[in-house]
Structure formats: structure tokens, C-alpha cells
């Protein structure tokens, strides 16, 4: 009998640890994805936001050497540039912030789970909270991602086309 309860008792721990090794997965999956769309966002800080302004104030600047009909083309680029740079730039710390809180919720999740101040099902919901935040974050940087990459194109376009109707 002693040597069941022990068997038993070796059993459950095994499972016990082989639990918090399953748990452990999903966390630093979802880490992994956070520290990849935080490299993610600050090269998209850099890449693209400078550039485009000083694009945009480039192709502002020359509208009024270009006949008038593509006048109105420009301003379309122009205004969807400028409205995506505004978009950009107000959920950029928006951004930042819940990225750097999700990464620390993340790690007092995995410290509640080692520790056992939390049950499996209680975790669970909590990971699963922590996934929409990250997902929801992760969506964002790649809307700006096409977004920015589109705008600068249409950009260098317009540029071109402001060079050679201006050369006229």
C-alpha cells in the first residue's frame, strides 16, 4: 500500500510538472510573437513616418508648378498620406504601452502559474485575454505596415509626376 501512495504521489507530480511545462508553451509562443511586433513597430517607426512627411512636404510644395487638372490627383495622395501619418502617430504610444503592459502581464501570468497562485482554468482565461490583446496589437502594426508601405509608394509616384509635369 505504501508503495502505491508513493507511486501515486511521484504520478501526480509528474503530471503536475508536465502541466506547467504545457502551460508554459502558449506563454512564451505568445512572447516570442510580442517581442517579433515589437521589433516589428520600431521599424516601422523608423522606415516610414520621416520619409513621408518629408515627402509629402516635397510634393506639397510643388503643386503649384503643375497644371492645375493634377492639382486634385495630388491632394488625394497627399491627404490619405497625411491622414494614415496622423492615424499612425496617435496609436504609436497607444501601441507601445500595451505592448510593454502585455509583455508584463505575460510574466506575472507564467510567475502565478510556478508559483501555483492560480488554477489551470483561471490561467486559461487569463492567456486567453492576453492572446486577443496581442493579436488585436499584432493586426495593428501589420495595418500600418500596408498602409505606410502603400502610402510611400503613391508618394514617390506623385513625386515623379510632379517632376515631369513641372519640367514642362
Known sequence: MRLFRNFTAIAFL???CLSCQSRKEPIAQLQEQLKRDSIALNELQQQYPERIRADFR????MLAFIPENQVNESFD??????????????M??????????TQQQLVNLQNDIDTHFINDSLAAVYLKDETA???TLHNRIL????????????????????????SK
Do not use: G
Open 92 to 101: 504609436l504610444p497607444i501601441m507601445k504601452k500595451t505592448l510593454s503592459y
Open 14 to 16: 509528474l503530471l503536475a
Open 58 to 61: 516635397w510634393c506639397d510644395s
Open 77 to 90: 495622395v497627399l491627404n490619405l498620406s497625411q491622414a494614415y501619418l496622423h492615424q499612425f502617430d496617435e
Open 143 to 166: 495595418y500600418f505596415q500596408d498602409r505606410l508601405s502603400k502610402q510611400d509608394k503613391e508618394l514617390q509616384s506623385l513625386k515623379k509626376t510632379i517632376r515631369k509635369a513641372a
Open 133 to 135: 490583446v496581442a493579436d
